[in-house]
């Protein structure tokens, strides 16, 4: 894997924590934290994505 996949994981987790956290801080809608996490799961998913593409332009070099 490569180191900035490793990265991107290693933020996904990150933010989902805080997310988490917030949560059950603040207790909101449900469905409002389900909107919210499918989101950032997209995001982060795209992000990978990409990051795949240029793992494979890299290679190739």
Do not use: W
């Not at 805080?18 to 950032?40: A, M, N, Q, R």
């Not at 998913?45 to 332009?57: N, P, Q, R, Y």
């Amino acid at each position: 894997m490569s180191k900035l996949i490793e990265y991107l994981n290693t933020q996904r987790f990150i933010v989902m924590s805080e997310l988490k956290f917030k949560d059950i801080c603040t207790k909101p809608d449900i469905f409002h934290c389900d909107f919210t996490y499918k989101t950032v799961n997209c995001i982060f998913d795209s992000l990978e994505k990409i990051a795949e593409e240029i793992e494979k332009l890299k290679s190739k070099d």
